[in-house]
């Protein structure tokens, strides 16, 4: 099991990684899903060991990264997002350097590179150099030292990225076969299963490949569920869609009984000419699509479509980082107006004691470190009663 | 450790780099023995060496510049730093075998005294190998001086000229001592010159303006109240300084048939320390 806790990570005043805590399970592939510059390699990073963490802490089988980091990191297989190979190596070679940098007993270092070799569908290329190898090979190759040293935990960096359809396929049977291995892979005994912890910004990607997503955006975990319950969580209505060869006052009006149940948009711009476009929005529950069908025939309404609109893992995604940029808006500007706030106090103060004023005086005025915010809060009463 | 070791070994020679050292240092010892010991017909191989040192902080920063900045270059210091090993063993690793690929043309060149043995009139082949061995020794720290320099960039030619800037200035150490004005307020404006790159290094490593203004002001007031007190403690004092610790210099005394401790462990600890200077280096990356 890894507990992540309270993890920050600041550059400068920044915060990449702002207070994520999370835990993952045994058996399961994670999908980290946030937009470029969320954040998700710097935890990443944090968890694997090779940057540390400002604040918090990540616990691997109840091991800290940062007080026990030696056996911590036993524990990882981590494939970064540029895969971390030497070109002047053969991937056989490569691989061995591995399982030694690993400290994977001298008698079981081939068995595992065979394994290794073969999980990845490496076995023709195995005495290549991996300069001479293609993107796609070089994934494999970092994706396969991942594998050596039976990881408990396997961190994949956005294992797709720059592959072509076919290799982006592959990848993925590859990554669902290390929770799920078919036949062909020979398993150690008492072998647990790893948590596969991946990291994407492509939709389709997780929702394919992962039992759970983590969504991540300006440093902060903004929610952590199955698809399944995130589609759920996220489909509050039921949205019907209706694209009918009539006018959009006629269908207004054939559609009228619905409208004390549904919210009706309207939309025809992209519609060919006669056609026109409406989207219902009912309650959840409401199972209507016969009901509308049958109003629309019995109308006389040639209807091109009708269809039950369930949003996507998409269109949650963006939604939900679309508020979250908002509130990320609103908390920096509520930084830059606390930053003006003080400076303000502190310019106040600098000129009342430039003008020579009582001692007394300066010291309602000048806030002085580690004040609580109570008697910050009454200055900033005590100057709304002044203005 | 040992796989680090074997794997930077190995790859010095999958490209060229590793023959190319081994080859250009054989050909200078090659040339000052051919020119010292056979055609000048000198039994001492050890003053053959003292020649060649000065050619060191051009040749050792070529073999060091890439070892830790190629690895952050094209991150393959990820790999090394979330496995299980600890940073001290990546940098001892990564040291040990440069100090292999040096070791190698300079246990070939422990030939040579072997051949003055065998064919001269004359030989001292204790003094040979204690020179060899000294000048060993200086490779050696220069080879952790210019790791370290390879673990404060990404780019390997900043690396080696770094190296090459910091190993001429202390290869020119006995040199640059005479230069400086023998002046007690010149001396004393060479120190606040010091304490004021002391503060931005300070700086540089805390990233704490008022810590290390604190840090230099202190260092100021200290350098005037000791001018104030005792001016001719100033007197050519910084010359003096340079003077004391003349670590290319002391190779001579090897050849001169004195076999220096200290200048031993002055090597010894030069090496440590810059090897102790990588790790922090690497380690404050990680926390930066």
């Not at chain 1, 994520?20 to 899903?33: A, D, E, Q, V």
């Amino acid at each position: 099991m890894i507990e992540v806790k309270n993890l920050v990570k600041r550059y400068g005043l920044i915060p990449a990684v702002d207070n994520i805590s999370f835990t993952l399970h045994p058996g399961k592939i994670y999908g980290f899903l946030g937009p470029n510059g969320a954040g998700k390699s710097t935890t990443m990073n944090i968890m694997t060991g090779y940057i540390a963490p400002t604040g918090g802490d990540v616990l691997i089988n109840e091991c800290s990264i940062l007080e026990d980091p030696e056996e911590a990191k036993s524990y990882i297989g981590y494939l970064p997002e540029i895969p971390p190979v030497y070109p002047d190596m053969t991937v056989e070679e490569y691989l061995k350097f591995v399982t030694e940098l690993k400290g994977v007993k001298r008698d079981e270092r081939k068995k595992q590179v065979d394994m290794a070799i073969n999980r990845t569908r490496l076995t023709d290329y195995r005495r290549r150099l991996i300069r001479n190898l293609s993107k796609g090979y070089r994934q494999r190759v970092g994706l396969a030292q991942a594998l050596l040293g039976n990881p408990q935990f396997i961190i994949l960096d956005e294992p797709t990225v720059g592959l072509d359809p076919k290799q982006i396929l592959e990848i993925r049977r590859l990554i669902r076969e290390l929770v799920i291995p078919d036949d062909s892979v020979e398993k150690s005994e008492g072998e647990e299963k790893p948590i596969v912890l991946l990291s994407s910004h492509i939709m389709q990607e997780v929702s394919a490949v992962c039992d759970e997503i983590l969504i991540i955006a300006h440093g902060r975990l903004i929610v952590m569920d199955t698809p399944e319950n995130l589609v759920a969580r996220y489909h509050t209505k039921d949205v019907y869609e209706i694209e009918a060869r009539t006018t959009e006052e006629n269908l207004n009006e054939v559609l009228a009984p619905f409208k004390e149940m549904a919210e009706f948009e309207f939309d025809s711009n992209d519609m060919p000419e006669g056609v026109s476009k409406v989207r219902l929005s009912f309650a959840k529950g409401a199972d209507v699509a016969e009901v509308l069908f049958k109003t629309l025939a019995k109308a006389g309404v040639p209807v091109r479509q009708l269809r039950a609109v369930v949003p996507t893992l998409e269109e949650i995604f963006l939604q939900l980082v679309a508020k979250s940029d908002e509130e990320y808006a609103a908390r920096e500007e509520e930084r830059m107006k606390e930053e003006a706030r003080k400076n303000g106090i502190v310019a106040e103060a600098e000129t009342e004691e430039a003008a020579d004023d009582t001692a007394e005086e300066s010291e309602e005025a000048t806030p002085e470190e580690g004040e609580t915010e109570e008697s910050s809060d009454e200055e900033e009463k005590e100057g709304g009663d002044e203005t | 450790m040992i796989a680090i070791l074997k794997r930077e070994f190995k790859s010095y020679f999958n490209d060229m780099l590793g023959y190319f050292m081994v080859a250009v240092f054989l050909l200078f010892f090659g040339l000052v023995f051919s020119f010292n010991n056979i055609q000048a017909g000198s039994p001492f191989y050890a003053y053959s060496l003292a020649g060649i040192i000065s050619y060191l902080p051009v040749l050792i920063p070529i073999l060091t510049m890439r070892s830790f900045s190629e690895e952050r270059r094209s991150k393959t210091d990820q790999l090394l730093l979330t496995s299980p090993i600890s940073v001290w063993k990546i940098a001892l690793g990564k040291y040990l075998a440069m100090v292999l690929v040096f070791a190698i043309p300079v246990l070939i060149s422990c030939a040579y005294p072997i051949i003055i043995y065998m064919t001269g009139d004359y030989a001292y082949p204790l003094t040979d190998y204690a020179t060899i061995l000294a000048f060993f020794l200086i490779g050696a720290s220069y080879i952790a001086i210019g790791m370290f320099f390879s673990s404060v960039t990404e780019s390997q030619i900043i690396a080696a000229l770094l190296a090459f800037g910091f190993l001429f200035l202390m290869s020119m150490l006995t040199e640059l001592s005479e230069k400086i004005p023998l002046d007690e307020w010149k001396n004393a404006v060479i120190f606040v010159g010091m304490a004021v790159v002391f503060f931005l290094i300070f700086f540089k490593m805390t990233q704490n303006f008022y810590a290390s203004f604190v840090v230099f002001a202190c260092l100021c007031i200290l350098i005037m109240v000791l001018y104030k007190v005792n001016p001719d403690m100033f007197y050519g004092s910084v010359g003096q300084i340079l003077h004391s610790i003349p670590y290319v210099g002391t190779l001579v005394y090897f050849a001169y048939n004195i076999f220096d401790i200290p200048s031993i462990v002055l090597y010894l600890s030069v090496s440590v320390f810059f090897v102790f200077l990588t790790i922090q280096s690497i380690q404050k990356r990680r926390y930066s």
